[in-house]
């Protein structure tokens, strides 16, 4: 069931025109048809938790869904609410699997995940529920990660945490026979160690930094995006809010002193967008218990209306 509670807002009934809002487009999963697109909540920090982090990214998922409820539709026509997965016991690989098992059933009925989160530990759900709806046809698919986040999150660690879901992507695709093609935008050069800088480039590992991001030219980037676009046919996308700067989303884990520019981030998740190939998505990291004014998840909503435009 949509809890109104969550889903509410305003309603213009006096206006002429398409007054229509989140809250009055939203149905239940239950209800979800082809073309249509579904959020999924991943409220778990345990990652962050044993990462050493800042928890409180659990209470990320219904904060986003609170400030998207009031946004105007714009063109979406068909959203669902396919509810939130919960990290119990402490217990991340186990909520893992269930994120992974829902993120496949959406794909199955052919509707387009949108996972909110959590912590960045929600990466490795997503894709397990990608790699499990694709099965063998993955071996022969190009699926492109693309990653914005100030972090490569491929640290060595016995446990996993959020600073480990594409280090254990990179290790499932070794063993499956599958090419682990990872982009990222947004890494800062004192968010990472040189070890796992090293790490980075022993695996292929495309990037740009925030500095980079912050000299160069928008329109280059977007090209050299459009590049890798073109060789993949499919594409997950994965944004760390971490990844703007602190004045943005200071409801974070790791407030960033740098950061990326949010019209950058916007620009070049749009020409993710457009490209068509997007799978799943998601959004990581927003922590309400250290937002300012409901920043973090208005940015958060921000992006996600982005994610959910139409085709």
Known sequence: MIDPTIWAGRRDTDSAGDTRRLHQVVKPFNDASEHGAALIGFSCD??????????????????????????????????FDAGNIYCVDRELEQAQLQLADRVKQALSQQVFPVILGGGHEVAYGTFLGIAGHLDQALRTEQLLI?????????????????????????????????EFNYLCYGISRLGNTPALFARARELGVHFKSDSEIACGKLADFGRELQEQLAAATLVYLTIDLDVLPAEKAPGVSAPAA?????EKVEYLIRIAKDSGKLIAADIAECNPTYDRDGLTAKVAARLAHTLLQPD
């Open 258 to 262: 740098l950061g990326m520019q949010l």
């Open 46 to 79: 345990e990652g962050v938790r044993r990462n050493h982090g800042r928890i409180g990214a659990a209470q990320g998922p219904d904060a986003i869904r609170r400030m998207l409820a009031n946004l105007p539709a714009h063109g979406i026509e068909h959203l």
């Open 146 to 178: 693309i990653n914005f986040d100030a972090h490569f999150d491929l640290r060595e660690s016995d446990q996993a945490s959020s600073g480990t879901p594409f280090k254990q992507i990179a290790e499932w695709c070794h063993q499956a026979g599958v």
